[in-house]
């Protein structure tokens, strides 16, 4: 029986590591996990048990740690590039992927302003990088993931077709929550990675809050549109939104009226909808 190793790679996952730049006055913080991926010659790993190519996966959790010392880690993109290129070039390895997810911290207000060293966590948003790189290509994505939203009304889902299953009742005035992940590409390198994540950060809210929403293709569709609004550097923009339902409870077993007050949360199941959108298209 003829088999064929038909592709493999290999690599470190979920590497912590939390930065404190001390300066004069005031300390600045980045809290980031590190996903190493490599791609090469190193079939013979799999098919004969021969390591003389891989590079041990230790070696690159303390690679992640020595840069970081002797380069920035912001933004994320740029400290993406420098592991990614530091990677593609050892022996063996002809593409290097490399994700990055920040926790967002934000200083917290003491006193009227913010402390210089005290610092809170926005739940689980995370800002993602995701950097590939071979010989002579360089790929950047980058994006905001676990960005959790809600807004009571302004929210809306009917005219949809019923069959014999539909058991779903129009809704002209709904709780609408979702857990926002947003990726984007620009169409060159982009020189101020930060400057255009705050921006697509800052549409995303806006939008959510503002637009009244006729279903989540909808909202997903205005998102879109923000973000490129927004980001002249952005070229193409990719959503998913799950549909965090929040269904109306039946009081009236007990006599009682639910005026859209009283909720049930529920994560599962969720819908999920996705949508990619490119300048120009």
């Known amino acids: 029986m003829s088999i064929s190793l038909v592709r493999n790679s290999y690599g470190k996952s ?12 005031q300390h600045e913080l980045t809290d980031i996990e590190v996903d190493i991926e490599l791609e090469g010659d190193f079939d013979d790993a799999y098919t004969l048990g021969d390591n003389c190519k891989v590079l041990p996966t230790d070696t690159m959790k303390n690679t992640v740690y020595a840069l970081a010392k002797s380069h920035p880690v912001e933004p994320i993109e740029d400290f993406g590039v420098v592991l990614a290129e530091h990677f593609l070039g050892k022996a063996h390895t002809r593409r290097a992927r490399i994700t990055i997810a920040e926790k967002v911290w934000s200083r917290i207000d003491a006193g009227g302003s913010p402390h210089r060293h005290a610092f809170l966590r926005a739940a689980g948003e995370r800002r993602i990088a995701e950097i590939s790189a071979a010989a002579g290509e360089l790929a950047i994505v980058s994006g905001i993931a676990d960005l959790l939203v809600l807004k009571t009304t302004g929210s809306a889902f009917s ?18 929550s979702t857990l926002m992940v947003a990726r984007w590409r620009t169409a060159t ?3 101020a990675p930060t ?3 705050e921006s697509a950060r800052r549409a995303l ?3 959510f809050a503002d637009q009244h929403s006729l279903s989540v293709q909808h909202t997903i569709h205005a998102l879109g549109t923000a973000v490129l609004a927004a980001c002249p550097a952005v070229d193409e923009v990719s ?5 965090k339902h ?3 409870v039946d009081l009236s077993p007990f006599g009682l009226s639910n005026d859209n007050e009283i909720f ?3 994560d599962e199941p969720h819908g999920l909808i996705h949508a990619t959108m490119k300048r120009g298209g």
């Open 159 to 176: 005219g949809f077709p019923c069959d014999e299953y539909t058991t779903l009742k129009e809704a002209s005035d709904r709780i609408l």
């Open 246 to 248: 929040c269904l109306l």
């Open 195 to 197: 400057r255009t994540w």
């Open 189 to 191: 390198r982009d020189e």
């Open 264 to 266: 049930v949360p529920v």
């Open 14 to 25: 979920r590497v912590r590591l939390v930065k404190v730049r001390r300066a004069e006055g």
């Open 239 to 243: 959503l998913s939104l799950p549909n």
């Open 205 to 207: 809210l806006e939008t």
